[in-house]
């Protein structure tokens, strides 16, 4: 017959497993696995990268005829404006310096 003392059996030479002696297991780690998988283009009627090269180039040199073109049109209007003021000034300013 097993004595109680304070109302817990005691079981003598007996272990007797309890809520505290229960092993607590970690939580598992997650494991993320990671798949090389190799990817490939194939469009069909696309561009080759030489041709896309070539049209690179073919851009930059007309944006550059387009600079220089718009650079020489500032400096003919210049030119122009200058043309004109003195053509103003000949007939009002220096009107008097000036013969026919």
Do not use: W
Request: glycine fraction near 4%.
């Amino acid at each position: 017959m097993q004595k109680q003392l304070n109302g817990v059996p005691e079981s003598g030479d007996k272990h007797v497993k309890m809520e505290t002696d229960a092993k607590v297991e970690a939580p598992k780690k997650k494991v993320k696995k990671t798949y090389y998988v190799p990817v490939t283009e194939i469009v069909y009627g696309a561009v080759e990268n030489a041709d896309v090269r070539k049209a690179n180039a073919k851009e930059f040199e007309m944006a550059l005829q387009d600079h220089v073109m718009e650079e020489k049109k500032d400096r003919k209007n210049v030119a122009e404006s200058y043309a004109c003021d003195m053509r103003d000034k000949l007939s009002d300013i220096y009107q008097e310096f000036v013969t026919d």
